[in-house]
């Protein structure tokens, strides 16, 4: 039976399954592993099961056991992966894909309705008993009628074209490649980010955390949206220059923020704590109970059949 690290701890169905099949080494307390920690305990492990919140950077990477042979991350993102440092140690690197596309597009419109209705004051308001209903208290942006721009029109970015659709919105989109006229549907390509810039109103990340995507909403960047533009980060927070988004919400270039990802998670760009016009959330994208399972169930999946056949369809690397 083949060793497993399961480095974070499981909805309970997910690690039974993978105790059925492996034998597997748990967190129970679910402590977040340190570096040394994750290379110490998988060190008489075939595989890792990880998550999000391990960086596995090169440096992690050349000093795993010889006996690791993939990592399975529990995530449709691998950005915390060096899948490069990983190929060269011939460590398959495997995600989620699919699983989470729909819970992770609820969550994309629900930031980009709150950031656009003002959902922060709103909730501040009720809290404090500090309201009366008035002709003109906390009027928002209204996303019927307005244009939606989408970074990345992979799996999620069009779930979230879809759902948008049916609020009345017209999608405009960035992508690495134009995608085919049935996955396009009506939306409308631009070749360039700063042109999908200009004519977003409303604008939703949903690109992959890569080299080339770090910080692409940058001071030069934001230039480009209208005046008053609404942005929604359901993605990464590594897309996002967090100073130069702090200093365009404080002087209006940029109407207001949903945000559920942030740069060096658990922590928060304090600007964001404060602004009434951000509106946030921890990290929820995929926080159903039915996605998580389907996920952690496809990261363990991905084990066994690489295991059992050397390959596997969601290997990244
Ligand atoms: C969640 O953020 C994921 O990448 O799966």
Redesign the pocket.
Known sequence: MKKILITRKLIKSSEELASKIFETKLNKKDDLLTKDELIKKSEDCDGILSS?TEKIDADVISKLSDKIKIISN????FGNIDINAAKKRNIAVT??PDV?TDA?AEIAMLILLGAARRATEGIKAVHTKNWKWTADFLMGKQLTGSRLGILGMGRIGRAVAERARSFGMSIHYFNRSRLSKELEKDAIYHKSLESLLSVSDFFSINCPATEETKHIINKEAIKFFPDGAVISNS??GDMIDDEAMVEALKNGKIYSLGID?YNGEPNIHPGYLVLPNVFVLP?L??ATKKTRTA?ANLAVDNMKDFFQTGKCKNQVN
């Open positions: 999000l529990f995530a449709v993102g995600n989620t989470l992770t993605a990464r990802v990290h994208g995929s996920m």
